[in-house]
Structure formats: C-alpha cells, structure tokens
C-alpha cells in the first residue's frame, strides 16, 4: 500500500489521481488565500520511459512518454507533479497538492484522504481487469523440430 505521506509513493498518487480531483483540491487551497508561486510552469516534454526485461533482468529504454511537469512554492514548501500526456492544469494542481501535504496545510488531511481513496480505487479496478482478461490467457506448447 502506498503511504500518500511519503513523498515517493506520493508521486505515484498525484500522477494516477483523476484530474478533477486534484484541480478541486488546489482551487480549494488558493481560494483559502494561500498564496501560490510557480518555479515552473507545467510544460509538456518527452521523458524516457524505462522498464526492466523480465528474462535477464536488465534495463532498457522502451520509448518515449508525453508528460507534463509543474513545480510551485506554497507557505516555503516546494512541490511537484508529474503527469502523463498533455496536462497542464492538473500537473499544476498536482504540485500543489504535493506542497500543501508538504507543508501540513489545514486541507492537508482532506487532500490526503482523497489521494489515497482514488488509489485503492484504481487498485480494485485493475484486480477486475487482470480478473477478466486472466480467463483469455493462452498457453503455448514448445514443438521441437525432429528433422
């Protein structure tokens, strides 16, 4: 499970978190009167996205991924987002969040909560998925050539 406290897994939650969401949760905060600077503007760029071959175990570069990036300073914490495909109000939200439950914002808690609701949500969907398409695996037998 991940703990939305730890700033690793965190990022994981904001990337995967529905966008609607996050938007809700940094208007909340900016319309609390927080003052919000950008360091970086949420700019589109391609990333290399790497993954590990599951026969020899060694990295290698599978392509490239559209992502967009934002990095804002809220109360003197600084936070982050990262997320997939063209998204600049998100990925800016998502900073937002990320320095809000940075800094113990007073809707940190509440931000928190969601973070991890939309993440247990996104597991149970992904078990019902692999559970259906499980039932369409196929087998493959090795034939060896005997010429």
Request: with cysteine; net charge negative.
């Amino acid at each position: 499970m991940t703990d939305p406290y730890d700033r690793s897994d965190r990022f994981e939650l904001l990337a995967a978190c529905d966008a609607e969401t996050l938007v809700a949760h940094a208007d909340a905060v900016v319309e609390g009167g927080t003052e919000v600077r950008v360091l970086q503007a949420p700019t589109p760029q391609l990333v290399m996205q790497q993954v590990v071959e599951p026969v020899a175990r060694q990295p290698f570069n599978l392509g490239e991924v559209l992502v967009t990036a934002a990095e804002v300073e809220l109360d003197g914490e600084k936070g982050f987002a990262m997320r997939p495909g063209k998204a600049e109000k998100p990925a800016l939200s998502g900073a937002v969040v990320d320095a809000a439950v940075e800094g113990d914002h007073p809707l940190a808690e509440e931000m928190v909560g969601s973070l991890s609701s939309a993440a247990a949500e996104r597991d149970r969907e992904q078990r019902e998925r692999w559970g259906e398409t499980r039932q369409t695996t196929v087998e493959f037998e090795e034939m060896e050539d005997h010429t």
